[in-house]
T-cell receptor
Framework: QQQVKQSPQSLIVQKGGISIINCAYENTAFDYFPWYQQFPGKGPALLIAIRPDVSEKKEGRFTISFNKSAKQFSLHIMDSQPGDSATYFCAASQLGNEKLTFGTGTRLTIIP | KAGVTQTPRYLIKTRGQQVTLSCSPISGHRSVSWYQQTPGQGLQFLFEYFSETQRNKGNFPGRFSGRQFSNSRSEMNVSTLELGDSALYLC?????????????FGPGTRLTVT
């Protein structure tokens, strides 16, 4: 019940296209959902996060869509650029707990 | 503001030895969490410290331990190293404990056990 399932495992998108990564969770106590970006040799960097009281949050080219009833959330990267090529992780935590439960990661490659 | 720093960045140890990793959180952050990252298991939560107290613990054996000092700096220790302990160990800090604050990761310590 603590799992966060992430798909796809890898994704190739053309420059300028939209990259979409999906996550699903089981634990209804989760109430904080961040996305992290990780480049090789670096630690994960916080990209954007959402709480269940909103269905969408946008920051620049990055948008999180959240569907509470389906227990799913997704990351959309608009106008994808080669510099966006990285591994992306979704995560979840619950109130009163700093523990992040991570998805398995998506390796995104943006091709020119 | 300086980010989360971790030392050392790389470490090679022999099976059976012990190792201590260090983490300095972002200034003002009081919560420090540790994660293990491996290709097979992904990112897994080890434990979290807040005000020098362990608040949460993941499903790792007792060989993995940690502590936090009064200045919020944290250390984790792994005793009796096994080959399977080879991983990237990541430290993350946040303003407070409560599951509602943003966590920022350091660059990690790459541990190789031979």
């Amino acid at each position: 019940q603590q799992q966060v399932k992430q798909s796809p495992q890898s994704l190739i998108v053309q420059k300028g296209g939209i990259s979409i990564i999906n996550c699903a969770y089981e634990n209804t106590a989760f109430d904080y959902f961040p996305w992290y970006q990780q480049f090789p040799g670096k630690g994960p960097a916080l990209l954007i996060a959402i709480r269940p009281d909103v269905s969408e949050k946008k920051e620049g080219r990055f948008t999180i869509s959240f569907n509470k009833s389906a227990k799913q959330f997704s990351l959309h990267i608009m106008d994808s650029q080669p510099g966006d090529s990285a591994t992306y992780f979704c995560a979840a935590s619950q109130l009163g707990n700093e523990k992040l439960t991570f998805g398995t990661g998506t390796r995104l490659t943006i091709i020119p | 503001k300086a980010g989360v720093t971790q030392t050392p960045r790389y470490l090679i140890k022999t099976r059976g030895q012990q190792v201590t990793l260090s983490c300095s959180p972002i200034s003002g952050h009081r919560s420090v969490s540790w994660y293990q990252q491996t290709p097979g298991q992904g990112l897994q939560f080890l434990f979290e410290y807040f005000s020098e107290t362990q608040r949460n613990k993941g499903n790792f054996p007792g060989r993995f331990s940690g502590r936090q000092f009064s200045n919020s700096r944290s250390e984790m220790n792994v005793s009796t190293l096994e080959l399977g302990d080879s991983a990237l160990y990541l430290c993350a800090s946040s303003l407070d404990s409560g599951g509602q604050s943003e966590q920022y990761f350091g660059p990690g310590t790459r541990l190789t056990v031979t």
